[in-house]
């Protein structure tokens, strides 16, 4: 069965420093790998995905993140934090089986110090 | 442009009442999903539905009802057997053999029980 796991549910780092979040993941097949970014009182919104093109990848707002495979993990990060990178972060894994849903891990809450 | 609407954004529920939340997609997307979002939790999946008049339970079904009646609406009625429903829910859709593409989410429902 799948599943991920998001360590630190709070991470704070200042405005300028290296943002990193850690997600490891579970699967007994190749999986599709997400990290989605959520704002107070909004929907989630994709970040970027790992489809098995390149193990780095890179999305939106200057994110990016690195499969893996040994180590079973895919961080998310940014070399520059900023204060509008304040939100929460949540990874996902979704296996290559037909009809599969997105399993989500529990997330993890930026905050930014100027 | 494509997306899904979730109304209303903020609904009020006295103790008894059922309400229904809307969620629809112009996305053409096949699946639809209903989360909810407790502070400080991530997302549990309360019902999902690959194709038109059919649906499955998710994690935590009781107290819900759902309906897939169009391909393009997915409403949530949380019932007054939902002893606890003051919670942030999240519509979201996809396409369901497109692994690759992730979710698409609303902006949300905030219910609070008055």
């Known amino acids: 069965a799948q599943s991920v796991t998001q360590l630190g549910s709070h991470v704070s780092v200042s405005e300028g420093a290296l943002v990193l979040l850690r997600c490891n993941y579970s699967?007994?097949?190749?999986?599709?790998l997400f990290w989605y970014v959520q704002y107070p009182n909004q929907g989630l919104q994709l970040l970027l995905k790992?489809?098995?093109?390149?193990?780095l990848v890179k999305g939106i707002n200057g994110f990016e993140a690195e499969f893996k495979k040994s180590e079973t993990s895919f961080h998310l990060t940014k070399p520059s934090a900023h204060m509008s990178d304040a939100a929460e972060y949540f990874c996902?894994?979704?296996?290559?089986?037909?009809?599969?849903?997105?399993?989500f891990g529990s997330g993890t809450r930026l905050s930014i110090r100027p | 442009d494509g997306g899904i609407t979730q109304s209303p954004k903020y609904l009020f529920r006295k103790e008894g009442q059922n309400v229904t939340l809307s969620c629809e997609q112009n996305?053409?997307?096949?699946?639809m999903y209903w989360y909810r979002q407790d502070p400080g939790q991530g997302l549990r999946l309360i019902y999902y539905?690959?194709?038109?008049?059919?649906?499955q339970k998710g994690d935590i079904a009781e107290g819900y009802s759902v309906s897939r009646e169009k391909k393009e609406s997915f409403p949530l009625t949380v019932t007054s057997a939902q002893k606890n429903p003051t919670a942030f829910y999240l519509c979201?859709?996809?396409?369901?053999?497109?692994?690759?593409?992730?979710?698409?989410f609303g902006s949300g429902t905030r219910l609070t029980v008055v």
């Open positions: 979201a859709s996809s396409i369901v053999e497109g692994k690759a593409d992730g979710y698409t």
């Open positions: 699967s007994s097949v190749p999986p599709y």
């Open positions: 790992y489809t098995s093109a390149a193990t």
């Open positions: 996902a894994v979704r296996e290559y089986s037909s009809a599969s849903k997105i399993i």
């Open positions: 996305l053409n997307h096949d699946a």
């Open positions: 539905s690959q194709i038109v008049n059919d649906f």
